[in-house]
């Protein structure tokens, strides 16, 4: 396991139960981030892909994009996405989370959410590959979105905007208790990146 090379008090932690998620705002320097965006929302190569929900086949409402290791299957809600080779941007972002984390990452989910009509439903990432408790890092560039959170047992809510440059980092077993996504909005929205940094596990790591 990498060291952290950031003291651990940049990160603050979040007042969620059963849950460890940690939050940076300002975590990239504006130019770092604006370049960032740019390149990211130039480059990768974003499609509009479709999910099945109770056996219904939809289009997800933002596009997406899927790089990693060859090998780092990404499997849900009846989807199968096969990772594309890293770009030189991706690999740096990446090991600065590694740094960031001290964790190793070895796939990243792109998100694009074009305007306020896109969004993510609520949902854990609690897929097999992603082992039992996962540490995913979740980037934002562009627009602020609020993020939202709901515990599985108890309902309770959370509520956090997620800024031009933030970092979101969870782990231990938020997976398990908690939901999260992002509702659309009929507020004007500029456009929002996001990308989520994940450890796709082989079958005898799970």
Request: hydrophobic residues 30%; charged residues 20%; glycine residues 6%.
């Amino acid at each position: 396991m990498q060291k952290s090379l950031f003291p651990q008090n940049q990160l603050q932690s979040l007042p969620l139960v059963d849950a460890k998620v940690q939050f940076l705002e300002n975590w990239l320097d504006s130019t770092t981030a604006d370049d960032y965006f740019d390149q990211f929302h130039q480059q990768l190569d974003w499609q509009e892909g479709e999910i099945k929900i109770f056996g219904k086949t939809t289009k997800i409402p933002r596009l997406q994009a899927w790089y990693g290791d060859e090998g780092t299957d990404y499997q849900y809600s009846g989807v199968t996405m096969k990772p594309l080779k890293w770009t030189h941007q991706l690999l740096r972002l990446k090991e600065q989370c590694e740094a960031l984390t001290g964790v190793s990452y070895n796939s990243v989910l792109a998100n694009l959410y074009r305007d306020g009509s896109d969004s993510m439903g609520m949902h854990s990432d609690n897929e097999p590959e992603l082992g039992l408790s996962p540490t995913i890092v979740s980037v934002s560039l562009g627009e602020t979105r609020n993020f939202d959170f709901k515990h599985r047992v108890s309902g309770e809510k959370y509520r956090l905007p997620l800024s031009h440059g933030s970092v979101l980092v969870m782990s231990g077993s938020t997976q398990k208790y908690w939901l999260h996504g992002i509702a659309k909005t009929k507020k004007s929205q500029q456009a929002r990146i996001n990308l989520t940094f994940r450890q796709i596990r082989s079958n005898n790591q799970k």
